[in-house]
Protein backbone atom coordinates (compact mmCIF):
# COMPACT_ATOMS: atom_id res chain seq x y z
CA UNK A 1 0.00 0.00 0.00
CA UNK A 2 1.54 3.23 -1.05
CA UNK A 3 0.07 5.02 2.23
CA UNK A 4 2.37 2.70 4.40
CA UNK A 5 6.25 2.66 4.03
CA UNK A 6 8.37 -0.10 5.21
CA UNK A 7 12.22 -1.15 4.19
CA UNK A 8 11.76 -4.11 2.18
CA UNK A 9 15.14 -6.50 4.31
CA UNK A 10 16.72 -6.68 7.68
CA UNK A 11 19.39 -8.68 8.45
CA UNK A 12 20.50 -9.09 11.57
CA UNK A 13 22.41 -11.94 13.84
CA UNK A 14 20.61 -13.94 16.57
CA UNK A 15 20.78 -12.21 19.93
CA UNK A 16 20.97 -8.75 18.56
CA UNK A 17 18.00 -6.32 18.52
CA UNK A 18 16.02 -5.61 15.43
CA UNK A 19 14.11 -2.52 14.73
CA UNK A 20 11.70 -2.69 11.75
CA UNK A 21 10.80 0.80 10.83
CA UNK A 22 7.57 2.32 9.32
CA UNK A 23 6.02 5.48 8.19
CA UNK A 24 2.23 6.09 7.41
CA UNK A 25 0.37 8.94 5.73
CA UNK A 26 -3.32 9.12 7.61
CA UNK A 27 -3.56 11.84 10.84
CA UNK A 28 -6.52 10.10 11.18
CA UNK A 29 -5.54 6.31 12.40
CA UNK A 30 -6.56 5.53 15.48
CA UNK A 31 -5.10 2.09 15.33
CA UNK A 32 -1.37 0.73 14.36
CA UNK A 33 -0.34 -2.93 13.88
CA UNK A 34 2.47 -4.84 13.10
CA UNK A 35 2.00 -8.84 11.46
CA UNK A 36 4.18 -11.26 11.33
CA UNK A 37 4.36 -13.71 8.15
CA UNK A 38 5.84 -16.96 7.79
CA UNK A 39 6.71 -18.99 4.93
CA UNK A 40 3.72 -20.66 3.90
CA UNK A 41 1.38 -18.99 6.14
CA UNK A 42 -1.40 -16.15 6.37
CA UNK A 43 -0.34 -12.94 8.58
CA UNK A 44 -0.34 -13.37 12.62
CA UNK A 45 -1.30 -10.16 14.50
CA UNK A 46 1.87 -9.49 16.47
CA UNK A 47 0.69 -6.44 18.33
CA UNK A 48 -1.00 -3.04 18.06
CA UNK A 49 -1.19 0.19 19.57
CA UNK A 50 -3.59 3.27 20.05
CA UNK A 51 -2.89 6.08 18.63
CA UNK A 52 -2.52 7.85 21.96
CA UNK A 53 0.13 5.92 23.07
CA UNK A 54 3.70 6.53 22.85
CA UNK A 55 4.94 2.94 23.73
CA UNK A 56 3.89 -0.67 24.12
CA UNK A 57 5.86 -3.14 25.12
CA UNK A 58 4.69 -6.85 25.35
CA UNK A 59 7.50 -9.17 26.13
CA UNK A 60 10.36 -9.05 23.69
CA UNK A 61 8.34 -6.93 21.41
CA UNK A 62 8.81 -3.03 21.79
CA UNK A 63 6.55 -1.00 19.68
CA UNK A 64 7.00 2.89 19.30
CA UNK A 65 5.29 5.30 17.88
CA UNK A 66 5.87 8.76 16.80
CA UNK A 67 2.91 10.63 15.77
CA UNK A 68 4.36 13.88 14.67
CA UNK A 69 6.47 12.12 12.47
CA UNK A 70 3.72 9.69 11.13
CA UNK A 71 6.31 6.48 11.92
CA UNK A 72 6.13 3.48 13.84
CA UNK A 73 8.58 0.80 14.84
CA UNK A 74 8.83 -2.59 16.12
CA UNK A 75 12.21 -3.74 18.00
CA UNK A 76 12.62 -7.03 18.42
CA UNK A 77 15.02 -7.74 21.79
CA UNK A 78 17.16 -11.06 21.55
CA UNK A 79 16.15 -11.85 18.34
CA UNK A 80 16.42 -15.57 17.17
CA UNK A 81 16.50 -17.54 14.13
CA UNK A 82 12.24 -18.50 14.84
CA UNK A 83 11.69 -14.56 14.08
CA UNK A 84 12.81 -15.04 10.66
CA UNK A 85 10.27 -13.66 8.47
CA UNK A 86 7.83 -11.00 6.77
CA UNK A 87 6.80 -7.87 8.96
CA UNK A 88 3.95 -5.82 8.04
CA UNK A 89 3.17 -2.33 9.01
CA UNK A 90 -0.71 -1.90 9.01
CA UNK A 91 -2.83 1.32 9.46
CA UNK A 92 -6.38 1.51 9.57
CA UNK A 93 -7.84 4.36 7.52
CA UNK A 94 -11.16 5.35 6.39
CA UNK A 95 -11.72 4.38 2.71
CA UNK A 96 -13.60 6.44 0.05
CA UNK A 97 -16.39 4.50 1.35
CA UNK A 98 -16.10 5.73 4.32
CA UNK A 99 -15.77 2.79 6.51
CA UNK A 100 -12.59 1.57 8.16
CA UNK A 101 -10.37 -0.70 6.53
CA UNK A 102 -6.60 -1.47 7.21
CA UNK A 103 -3.95 -0.72 4.90
CA UNK A 104 -0.60 -2.53 4.77
CA UNK A 105 2.82 -1.83 3.97
CA UNK A 106 4.68 -3.86 1.77
CA UNK A 107 6.56 -5.80 4.28
CA UNK A 108 9.60 -6.57 5.71
CA UNK A 109 11.78 -9.33 5.02
CA UNK A 110 14.04 -10.21 8.39
CA UNK A 111 16.65 -12.73 8.07
CA UNK A 112 18.40 -13.52 11.65
CA UNK A 113 21.60 -14.79 11.12
CA UNK A 114 23.00 -17.59 13.50
CA UNK B 1 -9.74 -26.31 13.51
CA UNK B 2 -8.39 -23.22 11.81
CA UNK B 3 -10.46 -19.93 12.67
CA UNK B 4 -10.14 -19.04 8.58
CA UNK B 5 -10.38 -21.37 6.54
CA UNK B 6 -9.58 -20.63 2.92
CA UNK B 7 -10.41 -22.96 -0.06
CA UNK B 8 -8.04 -24.63 -2.34
CA UNK B 9 -4.94 -23.62 -0.98
CA UNK B 10 -3.26 -24.03 -4.57
CA UNK B 11 -4.69 -23.42 -8.08
CA UNK B 12 -3.42 -23.40 -11.57
CA UNK B 13 -6.31 -22.00 -13.89
CA UNK B 14 -6.36 -20.99 -17.61
CA UNK B 15 -6.74 -17.19 -18.79
CA UNK B 16 -10.45 -16.74 -19.34
CA UNK B 17 -11.71 -19.33 -16.90
CA UNK B 18 -13.67 -18.14 -14.13
CA UNK B 19 -12.33 -19.11 -10.80
CA UNK B 20 -14.30 -19.24 -7.12
CA UNK B 21 -12.16 -18.92 -3.56
CA UNK B 22 -13.51 -19.56 -0.87
CA UNK B 23 -13.13 -18.11 2.76
CA UNK B 24 -15.42 -19.80 5.70
CA UNK B 25 -14.44 -18.54 9.54
CA UNK B 26 -15.82 -19.81 13.17
CA UNK B 27 -14.46 -16.55 14.97
CA UNK B 28 -18.43 -15.33 14.72
CA UNK B 29 -16.82 -11.96 13.07
CA UNK B 30 -19.39 -9.66 10.89
CA UNK B 31 -16.34 -8.76 9.06
CA UNK B 32 -14.74 -10.17 6.59
CA UNK B 33 -11.76 -9.06 3.77
CA UNK B 34 -10.27 -10.52 0.76
CA UNK B 35 -6.27 -9.13 -0.11
CA UNK B 36 -4.18 -9.81 -2.86
CA UNK B 37 -0.20 -10.51 -1.97
CA UNK B 38 2.35 -9.96 -4.46
CA UNK B 39 5.89 -9.85 -4.01
CA UNK B 40 7.15 -6.46 -2.72
CA UNK B 41 4.07 -4.91 -2.46
CA UNK B 42 2.14 -5.88 0.57
CA UNK B 43 -1.41 -6.58 0.69
CA UNK B 44 -3.91 -4.54 -1.33
CA UNK B 45 -7.50 -4.51 -0.21
CA UNK B 46 -9.84 -6.28 -2.90
CA UNK B 47 -13.63 -6.17 -1.08
CA UNK B 48 -14.83 -6.22 2.41
CA UNK B 49 -18.28 -7.00 3.55
CA UNK B 50 -19.19 -5.42 6.88
CA UNK B 51 -22.43 -7.68 7.15
CA UNK B 52 -24.03 -9.90 4.84
CA UNK B 53 -26.08 -6.88 3.14
CA UNK B 54 -22.75 -4.68 3.51
CA UNK B 55 -20.14 -4.86 0.62
CA UNK B 56 -17.68 -2.62 -0.45
CA UNK B 57 -14.89 -2.17 -3.00
CA UNK B 58 -11.34 -1.96 -1.93
CA UNK B 59 -8.45 -0.70 -3.74
CA UNK B 60 -8.09 -3.23 -6.78
CA UNK B 61 -12.00 -4.43 -7.68
CA UNK B 62 -11.87 -4.41 -10.99
CA UNK B 63 -11.66 -8.07 -12.61
CA UNK B 64 -13.02 -9.49 -9.20
CA UNK B 65 -16.87 -10.13 -7.80
CA UNK B 66 -17.50 -11.25 -4.38
CA UNK B 67 -20.28 -12.79 -2.58
CA UNK B 68 -21.50 -12.77 0.68
CA UNK B 69 -23.47 -16.33 1.60
CA UNK B 70 -23.78 -16.02 5.10
CA UNK B 71 -22.24 -14.36 8.14
CA UNK B 72 -19.17 -17.12 8.19
CA UNK B 73 -18.94 -17.22 4.26
CA UNK B 74 -17.45 -14.59 1.84
CA UNK B 75 -16.22 -16.19 -1.59
CA UNK B 76 -14.12 -14.33 -4.23
CA UNK B 77 -14.67 -15.11 -7.97
CA UNK B 78 -12.41 -14.09 -10.84
CA UNK B 79 -15.13 -13.99 -13.82
CA UNK B 80 -12.30 -14.12 -16.50
CA UNK B 81 -8.97 -14.87 -15.29
CA UNK B 82 -5.60 -13.23 -16.16
CA UNK B 83 -2.20 -14.12 -15.98
CA UNK B 84 -1.63 -10.30 -13.76
CA UNK B 85 -4.13 -11.79 -11.36
CA UNK B 86 -1.32 -14.68 -10.59
CA UNK B 87 -0.81 -13.98 -6.48
CA UNK B 88 -1.55 -15.37 -3.32
CA UNK B 89 -4.80 -14.40 -1.79
CA UNK B 90 -5.93 -14.00 1.79
CA UNK B 91 -9.48 -13.73 3.53
CA UNK B 92 -9.68 -11.73 7.08
CA UNK B 93 -12.32 -11.23 9.78
CA UNK B 94 -12.56 -8.75 12.12
CA UNK B 95 -15.07 -7.89 14.86
CA UNK B 96 -13.97 -4.41 15.39
CA UNK B 97 -11.20 -2.04 14.30
CA UNK B 98 -9.08 -2.64 17.68
CA UNK B 99 -8.47 -6.65 17.59
CA UNK B 100 -6.80 -6.46 14.25
CA UNK B 101 -7.56 -9.41 11.68
CA UNK B 102 -7.67 -12.44 11.54
CA UNK B 103 -6.15 -14.31 8.40
CA UNK B 104 -6.61 -17.58 6.53
CA UNK B 105 -3.63 -18.94 5.63
CA UNK B 106 -3.91 -17.98 1.65
CA UNK B 107 -4.89 -19.33 -1.76
CA UNK B 108 -1.80 -19.37 -4.11
CA UNK B 109 -3.66 -19.00 -7.82
CA UNK B 110 -1.65 -19.21 -10.97
CA UNK B 111 -3.22 -18.05 -14.21
CA UNK B 112 -1.84 -19.71 -17.01
Known amino acids: GEDVEQSLFLSVREGDSSVINCTYTDSSSTYLYWYKQEPGAGLQLLTY?????DMKQDQRLTVLLNKKDKHLSLRIADTQTGDSAIYFCAESIIADTGRRALTFGSGTRLQVQP | DADVTQTPRNRITKTGKRIMLECSQTKGHDRMYWYRQDPGLGLQLIYYSFDVKDINKGEISDGYSVSRQAQAKFSLSLESAIPNQTALYFC???????????FGSGTRLTVV
Open chain 1, 49 to 53: IFSNM
Open chain 2, 92 to 102: ATSDNQAGGYT
